[in-house]
């Protein structure tokens, strides 16, 4: 079950193959293992999507990539994870990291004020990037880990249902 539900969503390994940035990999993208969908594949690709959705950079969907190729793992998949921040769900999710990473630094909450301009950006920087990189990293971490175990759980349960769903339609047939 996970297996077509996860497939109905993923993008093309054409839409993801004409990435300029995944040139430089060259033949390492024939490797079926990239392509094809299993419970190794998949809960390694939810484990490097999930990690790079938490992260404040731009192309994240470049840098889950450059991690899943080498690690083999599921590259539309990875690549589709991170779309969990989008522009909607980014100011929440980076804000809370930034609540954790003053918990976990034990620094004070500075209040800001949005402001679309270079200098701006520099000065959040300086007072809130610390706290805000430390968030982003111990969320990626913790949603990569949950991502994995949840994802292997998922698989294995839904192939369990589907053994018991064929021996019980198995012994629901009349003798003859």
């Known amino acids: 079950m996970p297996k077509k539900t996860i497939k109905k969503y993923l993008p093309s390994p054409e839409k993801i193959k004409q990435m300029r940035i995944l040139s430089l990999f060259g033949t390492m993208l024939h490797d079926g293992n990239l392509w094809h969908l299993n419970r190794r594949s998949a809960r390694g690709a939810f ?10 950079l731009p192309f994240q969907m470049v ?50 004020a949005f402001e679309a301009s270079f200098e701006w950006l520099w000065y959040s920087m300086k007072t ?10 111990l969320m990626g971490l913790a949603s990569s880990i ?31």
Do not use: H
Not at 128 to 137: A, E, N, S, V
């Open 47 to 56: 484990a490097v999507g999930l990690f790079w959705t938490w992260m404040p």
């Open 63 to 112: 840098f889950s990539a450059l991690v899943a190729v080498p690690l083999r793992v599921n590259l539309p998949l990875s690549v589709a994870l991170v779309w969990i921040s989008n522009p909607l769900t980014m100011p929440v999710m980076f804000y809370l990291c930034y609540l954790i990473g003053t918990v976990v630094l034990k620094t004070p909450v500075e209040p800001f």
């Open 128 to 137: 809130i990037g610390k706290p805000l990189l430390t968030g982003c990293f």
């Open 146 to 176: 949950a991502g994995y175990f949840a994802i292997d759980w998922l698989w294995r349960l839904s192939i369990r249902n589907e053994k018991l769903t064929r021996l019980l339609k198995r012994n629901k047939q009349p003798i003859d």
